[in-house]
């Protein structure tokens, strides 16, 4: 099968380049009579949106969103739900050089040789402005998981500076520009990163993703497992270059009395006493939160020259001069969080169908 | 669908409990005309066979491949391979006990709360013999790459121990009962595992692998990149809680102009000067080694006891007497070069149909 | 999986609904560096256009398609293609009554029974407006095929009036408004249509497709045989009751040495001297033309008046004023030729990435 | 993928060829908790085993079904179920002529051209043999089912000799070889098959198989809908070239207040007064009963002479004297019986995750 569509029963496609007329997808699957408004998908595509600080993109986008099919009178109908977002700030001309060099840690390269063709323009479908319909479709995948599952994500490092998670608030996510929840971090963030910045380079990120209120049983062993697609999930977003689950690599260098989470009785429910597990054994989830954490490279169009070489085989210097994130991990946590809630959809409809 | 399948074009189907009469898998999409015996499986599977010395588990399987279908005077014929494996040295009284009680880091709890039922001898479906049959189906995978893609594997950290990549050297993989490239390590290794066995513990490991002369291309952007395919590959394997490819989790901490691999022209193909990547880029391959790394936890049987619940709701402790290994990484070597080639053929096919 | 999708490899996916703001497909699996245009697909559309004679619908859609992405430079770029074709005719006032009522042979009732919910204006997601799409994706199939395979169709029956094969001139299907291959019936079929358009009824119909230069070795044993995918493909569209592949149903009442298709050789290869195969043997094409034939239902809305009941369970009648068909069969011959030619392109794909 | 899968989530695969060591097939997606022993499935395979009458092919095959995973205690675990048929009556020389010259009518040729190799033995996977798994895996379907829909199916035509559907008796279906509804017709076709039968000749046939008590709602628009899958299923079988629903071909010749069936209310429930839609409307069941016939072309192995062509190009004769099937649409009605239990049960699961 192609590779522009992810879920089995909870499914989208997305579709389009980032300098192209639009940009869109089509969620399959969405259970009927659910209220859904185009509200519901843009507070969601809002927080993505580059251009909120001088840490992100300065590409102005105003990212509204149209819901074409699938919905009657407010309500999903259980066909599917087509939406779009017109590309409005499409420059062009700024990308007429990459057009012939294949930029260091860019996708120019791969494609060229994949497919003997690619659309330069803004990078074309390898764009990150993909994400967008992912953080869209992410939205409708929230609503059929309902309010009693809450997915929340934050940045946990930048380069070097790694938050305190003895000083961790949620509370602090949504008041500081980077999802960070450690808010005494913040200012050395902020200097770190305008020093990257007006040095013309970047630095990489660790995301973590957390869903609260997940039931026991969802996951199917033993190839889609739920960790085993949320590891996929996050891997296929731009830039990531690692996933982990609970203490995941942390894990390795655990005995096992350490890393084993032991159970007691709460009431009559079970209990586990620690969560190295990240909320998944043998690939179904326990009915703890769910933890996710994944790794973004630095962002690889930098200011700073690099040596490549053209399309013709030519070597050849580049510095890419156009409006670029510092650091990319930044706006990779809502689309870290909308994959969270995608692959728990996704599980959730594929667990009624066998065992419900 | 159901969970049992891997693959697309290449793809495979395991089926079996690790204490019913036979495991096997059955896979479809192999190209005819493929020569192919149970030698040629055979070998892969006596490399992965427990009880090949005293640090891993001491279950004494011979493990000797049937194929059943599609092969014909010695070539595939292109319809559906089946593979089969008795099993031999079943003691289910073994676990009489854990019938009753939810052992700690393992899938006892979340399969009981996902069915309703479980084969609660020997793991039952969840147990690490399912690997088996990766490891067979990984044997066809490597026959369909070719011998010019060659895919080898070493462990590189045994709990805080790892490898001194200096001194790596592939030539010593295959002369140390741990996979491990790095010979001076060997000795330290041994001790590390003696006590920790004797403590009746375990301790998580790091595996690496590798696959050399994959063609630039392959890998289906932009949710079955080839990435993401491999980190839910071996994420799928019985517990691995982490995946990262090239740099992985180190490209968080790199610098733009550090991480991005720099291209120079190499006769008349470009080639890259480092390979932070790992052979991937915008989820398609470079042609570079492709490079994956996995954690997997420390085994949590183990005679240590701990705290768990009974079925019934009631705490109690458990304390696995079994053979077990006290460190499960070490057998997880040849499945995670098992996936990396699965994966690989797959996307090979996969190519070949869009673009070919 | 969702049912909004066809195909393997070549796999498109449809939405929208007959009076919603618009409908649309995305086309995924597209080789990449095919010529493509606006105009390769508009042509085909044009052919399918309702409004075309007073013998099909009169509602005036334009049916402008849109490429939206996937098209870079007039050529394919081997992402995902995405169509999109705007509603402008719509006039829902129309189906005001049958938002309350279950017209008898249409898929209200079914649709309110299985979502609980549906979309009443113009048929909703069931309208046969949906096979736009169709013709759009086949118009894409076709360029994938090549010019050496030729897909065409016509009309063999309408009602209890048949086509003489002896007089068959595939010159004739386009200069008659219903594709009738027998230029001498057409004025009979003028006439019995006017006759039943007049009493407010309307009629069924067979359908005939080939296509010519199909190589052999199409088709997938054992489930996905390439009559079976085509069984499928006919039969999911809007209003056809029966499929059958060569001689078909005749084909029961034959004898063995009178059904089996001999084979001589001509020149180097092997030739059929008959072909009640349909060009498909064992579910792989055999290289002859294939040929399928599917029946459409007589359009269920007529101004005849019918017995029916409510959303709410009260008994009451129906009779249908808007503009419909007398014979919906008529506009299912460019469809079926898109079906097949989808079909054959998505098996074109897989033989490549197996045998090619 | 590879075509020897079928269904989404209630999905089995098959493997092994005609005198190969077994046949088999694992069945995925299975909910957990259902009894099911080797002999629920045995009954069914009685059914369908050959030899039973002279009728059918003398081969002498018992036929046990073994399951291999996927129980514990009797009752399914939602782990894969994996059934295994040895071959037993396995005689080889039997087929020694024809591994050099394509039997008319046959899959021979095509298996050639598609893979350039061909397991001659007995026909390989395209031998009949391979629907007595399509019968074990339908056993699993109808347990999945329950006892309230039942399916059941009847013998409709033996060559031009067709049943008095004012004689239908579902009574008379088991007591005679051919599975006939139409008690008074036995003797007629058991003369007129023997006659076939001493000619050396062969006779299609045409199956309708019905389903009772299926709820609303099941079936997938707009591609997968139920009609369509079971297209798909029927002409999947082996020597199927016709597949219909309701009134199917006939409805062709309808007009629309003839074949659109009326509604009335049946105290709380409406009521459909005819069944021409055969229990599915826009691809969604009714709930009327499903009802689907198919028709089988004659055996293609027969006494009499036949023109044909030997692998190395030279023109020669085939008379295959084996032991074959007068007519091979008598063993099909299990068979199809099977195939439509399958969809079913696929399209339950399917259902319940989207709107359960």
Request: charged share 25%; glycine share 12%; with cysteine.
């Amino acid at each position: 099968m192609p590779g522009n569509s992810f879920g089995h029963l909870f499914r989208y496609t997305t579709w389009g380049e980032s300098h192209g007329p639009a940009i869109g997808c089509v969620v399959d699957g969405v259970p009927p009579r659910i209220p859904l408004s185009e509200g519901d998908i843009q507070v969601w595509l809002d927080k993505r949106r580059p251009g909120q600080s001088r840490f992100t993109t300065q590409r102005k986008e105003p990212d509204r969103v149209k819901i074409l099919s699938g919905v009657y009178e407010g309500q999903t109908t259980g066909t599917p739900v087509s939406l779009v977002i017109e590309n409005v700030d499409v420059r062009s001309k700024d990308y007429a050089d990459i057009a012939e060099k294949f930029r260091p840690g860019h996708a120019d390269y791969t494609y060229f040789k994949k497919y003997g063709i690619r659309d330069p323009r803004g990078g074309g479908r390898a764009s990150a402005r993909e994400t967008a319909m992912r953080v869209a479709a992410g939205a409708i995948a929230r609503k059929v998981l309902g309010p009693d599952i809450v997915i929340r994500g934050a940045l946990v490092a930048i380069g070097t500076l790694e938050v305190d998670r003895a000083r961790w608030d949620w509370g602090a996510v949504e008041s500081n520009p980077f999802w960070c929840p450690d808010a005494r971090l913040v200012p050395e963030w902020e200097k770190y990163l305008d020093g990257i910045r007006k040095e013309g380079s970047s630095v990489g990120a660790v995301i973590e993703v957390e869903a609260a209120g997940v039931p026991a049983g969802l996951g199917e062993p033993v190839y889609d497992k739920l960790d085993a697609d949320l590891a996929k999930a996050m891997m296929s977003i731009n830039a990531v270059k690692g996933v982990e689950i609970g203490s995941g690599f942390g894990s390795a260098r655990l005995r096992g009395e350490e890393n084993a989470d032991e159970i007691r009785m709460k009431g009559n429910e079970p209990e586990f006493l620690s969560n190295n597990a990240g909320g998944v054994l043998g690939g179904i989830s326990t009915g703890q939160n769910v933890v996710v954490r994944f790794a973004v490279k630095p962002t690889s169009s930098i200011a700073t020259t690099r040596r490549t070489v053209t399309t013709k085989g030519e070597e050849t210097e580049i510095s890419v001069k156009g409006r670029h994130d510092p650091c990319v991990g930044i706006r990779a946590v809502p689309v870290g969080e909308a994959m969270l809630a995608i692959v728990l959809a996704d599980h959730l409809l594929r667990h009624k169908a066998q065992c419900g």
